[in-house]
T-cell receptor
Framework: NAGVTQTPKFQVLKTGQSMTLQCAQDMNHEYMSWYRQDPGMGLRLIHYSVGAGITDQGEVPNGYNVSRSTTEDFPLRLLSAAPSQTSVYFC???????????????FGPGTRLTVL | TQLLEQSPQFLSIQEGENLTVYCNSSSVFSSLQWYRQEPGEGPVLLVTVVTGGEVKKLKRLTFQFGDARKDSSLHITAAQTGDTGLYLCAGGSPGTYKYIFGTGTRLKVLA
């Protein structure tokens, strides 16, 4: 199993450009999430999905769109990039929560995005 | 808004020393997880605690969930250079599918 894969690994955009960050998992996990990581702020949830066709907003959704047409893929779209979106983006997946507590989240290697 | 504050933010210690990292909130969480992140990689789960007062041990690492499920601690005994990394706590938000991540503690263990 490849686990959670993300592409690209690095990206530089100009203000106003759009792009899609790709995320795929081969573990048949129902739940997938996108986080951004900024210095001193941990990881903040952007959008998440509890299954194909179902998405919802996290803490910092503005400027980002997601869709979940298949269980495997969960792309993140930046509509009009801004310098404030310079960050490291992580995709994560996990199984549906079982009784007794939370399930393990598996993270991809991240995409480092710079917006000039 | 639920927040998780970690302390200290940075920690530099000598190999063999003990240390404790704290994760605090005014909110109740359904579970608490600890992750370690290496440079250039995503976080990797170390442990999940779900019951107030629960203590779990992973070799030299001891994790505790507060009785009220609002805080947690990670204690490392006899730190090694391989323990160097960013430690993140994450709280399960009750009634939702979301996790709230703490601000992180960057640990450096010197040989």
């Amino acid at each position: 199993n490849a686990g959670v894969t993300q592409t690209p690994k690095f990206q530089v955009l100009k203000t106003g450009q759009s792009m899609t960050l790709q995320c795929a998992q081969d573990m048949n996990h129902e739940y997938m999430s996108w986080y951004r990581q900024d210095p001193g702020m941990g990881l903040r949830l952007i959008h998440y999905s509890v299954g194909a066709g179902i998405t919802d907003q996290g803490e910092v959704p503005n400027g980002y769109n997601v869709s979940r047409s298949t269980t495997e893929d969960f792309p993140l779209r930046l509509l009009s990039a801004a310098p404030s979106q310079t960050s490291v983006y992580f995709c994560a997946s996990r199984q549906r929560r079982t009784s007794g507590g939370a399930g393990e989240q598996f993270f991809g290697p991240g995409t480092r995005l710079t917006v000039l | 808004t639920q927040l998780l504050e970690q302390s200290p933010q940075f920690l530099s210690i000598q190999e063999g020393e003990n240390l404790t990292v704290y994760c605090n909130s005014s909110s109740v969480f359904s579970s608490l997880q600890w992750y370690r992140q290496e440079p250039g990689e995503g976080p990797v789960l170390l442990v999940t605690v779900v019951t107030g007062g629960e203590v779990k041990k992973l070799k030299r690492l001891t994790f505790q969930f507060g009785d009220a499920r609002k805080d947690s601690s990670l204690h490392i005994t006899a730190a090694q250079t391989g323990d160097t990394g960013l430690y993140l706590c994450a709280g399960g938000s009750p009634g939702t599918y979301k996790y709230i991540f703490g601000t992180g503690t960057r640990l450096k263990v010197l040989a």
